[in-house]
């Protein structure tokens, strides 16, 4: 398969749109965009999210016990746009700021999950990140998704009928 059809099919699929971060034992701060957030357990609570080994910030996250994902709001997107950028400062704005587990968060995320690092695997170019959930934290705002190389948003539809609820035998959407 050529690597450019595989990207095109990909780009097709609508992704949250994350900040993960951490901070090292000498206290330097780490962060890059990504899209590729999950969840993967309720029983433990685990998410992973993916980075490319090639990254300026994989040997720090390689290295963490803990990490932080952000979850970016609508309006976010250029947050998202600086920290996927590189040789930068990606934290010079000073909108990240200590958040769970004294992480550096962003107060008006969407979502922010805090992880102790459960596994690192490796798969293909990318390392996965398996991360242990020990706090979440929600905020009222729409999430910013990732698609066909633009952001967006969700756009709500309309819950199903009690009807269809039924046919498919669910008891609650």
Same mark, same amino acid.
């Given at each position: 398969?050529?690597?450019?059809?595989?990207?095109? #099919?990909?780009?097709?699929?609508?992704?949250?749109?994350?900040?993960?971060?951490? !901070?090292?034992?000498?206290?330097?701060?780490?962060?890059?965009?990504?899209?590729?957030?999950?969840?993967?357990?309720?029983?433990?609570?685990?998410?992973?999210?993916?980075?490319?080994?090639?990254?300026?910030?994989?040997?720090?996250?390689? #290295?963490?016990?803990?990490?932080?994902?952000?979850?970016? #709001?609508?309006?976010?997107?250029?947050?998202?746009?600086?920290?996927?950028?590189?040789?930068?400062?990606?934290?010079?704005?000073?909108?990240?700021?200590?958040?769970?587990?004294?992480?550096?968060?962003?107060?008006?995320?969407?979502?922010? !999950?805090?992880?102790?690092?459960?596994?690192?695997?490796?798969?293909?170019?990318?390392?996965?990140? !398996?991360?242990?959930?020990?706090?979440?934290?929600?905020?009222?705002?729409?999430?910013? !998704?990732?698609?066909?190389?633009?952001?967006?948003?969700?756009?709500?539809?309309?819950?199903?009928?009690?009807?269809?609820?039924?046919?498919?035998?669910?008891?609650?959407?």
């Amino acid at each position: 398969m050529e690597a450019a059809d595989f990207t095109r #099919a990909m780009a097709r699929v609508p992704g949250p749109v994350t900040v993960v971060t951490t !901070v090292d034992a000498a206290g330097t701060r780490s962060g890059f965009t990504a899209s590729s957030f999950s969840s993967v357990s309720l029983d433990p609570p685990l998410v992973l999210v993916c980075l490319d080994r090639a990254a300026s910030t994989h040997p720090a996250f390689a #290295a963490a016990d803990r990490f932080l994902v952000n979850v970016l #709001a609508e309006g976010q997107e250029a947050i998202a746009l600086r920290f996927a950028a590189s040789g930068i400062d990606r934290f010079a704005a000073g909108d990240l700021k200590p958040c769970e587990a004294g992480m550096p968060g962003l107060p008006d995320a969407c979502a922010r !999950v805090a992880c102790t690092l459960h596994a690192l695997v490796e798969a293909g170019d990318h390392s996965i990140l !398996v991360g242990r959930v020990e706090q979440a934290h929600t905020r009222d705002r729409p999430p910013l !998704v990732h698609c066909d190389h633009a952001f967006s948003r969700p756009v709500p539809v309309a819950r199903p009928d009690e009807e269809l609820l039924s046919a498919l035998h669910l008891t609650e959407w």
